[in-house]
């Protein structure tokens, strides 16, 4: 590769920077493989027309980066990187959070700290350390309402806001639009995180009837004709229709319809979190698509990479309210992490954030796999580029033990507890298969369930 030639036309900034930034791109994106020479330092010097100390300087800076190796008179090269291995790190917190999978090969670490340089010596850079507008800066706003308009919703600049994740998202939607007393259609699971948020505000949770494929439109309609509580109307319908956390139910088309239609006719908001979607198919139109002037849309993209990211879009249904929100986010959070919303905004952008989210949806394909290979078909639900499975269990305190029994094998398991909201829903566990537990651990995992559930004489037993 001594013929390597950087391409730093539209550099900014120092130039040995620029040829460092350059090697990074180039070892990212293929064009510069580990083992390959790089250049001596003097002969491309002259074929960019900078001086010797320049190329000196950044082939230093890439060493401390760690993209090259100094190996004396022999020249550099460029080093060869191991495929990032997270069983080789130090296992996080079990806090019993859903965590997506890191891919056997990740490539989101380089590409999130070359995207991060790219935005330090862009000429913006000054900016990304401010403080930014209540919603987020309207190039933020304007990447993000282009990837969800992309799904098939109205969502533009003006009516969708940034947030530092999904939670402060939904946060401000109850503050904005729900009051004490209001009553909230969910399923008869559903996530923690939305409860707490309920509680706080004295908004009150029912629960409706559901299947293996999500809610049943026709509970929801006779929750909405009679009243959900001593006659009190239902002022709102929170769902997952994708991936739903824990119950991994997916909605049909058929069913959203239903529910868009049933909402309307009742004035019912629909709040739709929709943090899994984009793994799918993408196929089923969302409510936000289906019912537009009642839906609060909020798309997490911390749960289709990765929760270091922090960042969130909010789709309101008009500007009115999109101001509103901004204002609520901005008085409880300020402002998503600036610089981590700069890198998302590149990647969404560049068509970057689409091949990081093929990354983690192979991952999601190759561990569903070992567990449909290992768990008996209908002993438990799972949606096909998901990262958490749902098992029925016949008993209570059941999930307990499965719990205490799986934890020390490094994967997260919560019961079903933590998630009911209807007292008379069956008692179940919900596994993730994400996370840093690499396929090994995982298949090890499952092989420990399936032992636990299906051949020890019924302790564990399934509801099939």
Request: glycine letters at 8%; aromatic letters at 6%; a neutral charge.
């Amino acid at each position: 590769m001594q013929n390597w030639l950087p391409d730093i036309r539209n550099a900014q900034g120092p130039l040995y920077l620029a040829i460092c930034a350059a090697i990074g791109r180039d070892v990212e994106e293929r064009r510069l493989n580990p083992g390959d020479r790089l250049p001596p330092q003097r002969e491309l010097a002259e074929a960019l027309g900078v001086d010797t100390g320049t190329v000196t300087r950044a082939y230093a800076e890439a060493r401390r980066q760690g993209l090259i190796d100094a190996e004396g008179r022999r020249g550099s090269f460029v080093r060869g990187k191991a495929a990032f291995d997270a069983s080789s790190q130090v296992p996080p917190f079990d806090t019993g959070m859903n965590l997506p999978p890191i891919p056997s090969s990740s490539s989101y670490a380089a590409s999130f700290a070359n995207a991060l340089q790219a935005v330090l010596e862009g000429p913006a850079a000054a900016n990304r350390l401010q403080y930014q507008p209540a919603g987020g800066a309207p190039e933020d706003r304007a990447a993000g309402a282009q990837w969800l308009a992309a799904s098939g919703m109205e969502a533009t600049e003006d009516n969708v806001i940034v947030t530092s994740g999904a939670q402060t998202a939904l946060h401000a939607v109850v503050s904005s639009v729900l009051a004490p007393g209001d009553i909230v259609c969910t399923g008869p699971f559903v996530y923690p995180g939305w409860s707490a948020i309920c509680r706080r505000r004295g908004v009150a949770i029912v629960p409706l009837g559901a299947d293996r494929h999500g809610i049943d439109p026709d509970a929801f309609a006779r929750a909405c004709e009679t009243g959900a509580v001593q006659s009190t109307p239902v002022r709102a319908i929170y769902l997952v229709p994708d991936n739903d956390n824990p119950t991994t139910a997916t909605l049909s088309e058929e069913r959203r319809r239903r529910i868009a239609e049933i909402a309307r006719r009742h004035d019912v908001l629909i709040i739709e979190d929709d943090p899994y979607s984009r793994l799918g198919s993408g196929e089923i139109p969302s409510l936000a698509a289906l019912a537009p002037e009642r839906t609060w849309h909020v798309a997490s993209l911390s749960k289709l990479v990765s929760p270091s990211l922090r960042v969130a879009y909010l789709r309101a249904p008009q500007l009115r309210d999109a101001l509103r929100l901004a204002t609520d986010t901005y008085e409880t959070t300020i402002m998503a992490p600036p610089l981590n919303l700069a890198v998302c905004t590149q990647w969404l952008n560049t068509g970057k954030w689409a091949s990081l989210v093929a990354e983690v949806r192979d991952e999601c394909l190759a561990r569903q796999a070992i567990a449909a290979g290992i768990l008996p078909h209908g002993s438990y639900e799972a949606a096909r580029a998901g990262y958490h499975l749902w098992i029925a269990l016949e008993r209570e305190g059941q999930s307990a033990d499965l719990v205490r029994a799986l934890r020390p094998l490094g994967i997260s398991v919560v019961s079903g507890e933590q998630f009911r909201i209807d007292p008379e829903a069956r008692h179940a566990v919900r596994i993730s298969i994400g996370g840093s537990a690499d396929r090994q651990c995982i298949e090890r995992a499952l092989k420990m369930v399936d032992a636990m559930i299906h051949h020890q004489d019924g302790r564990f037993s399934p509801m099939v």
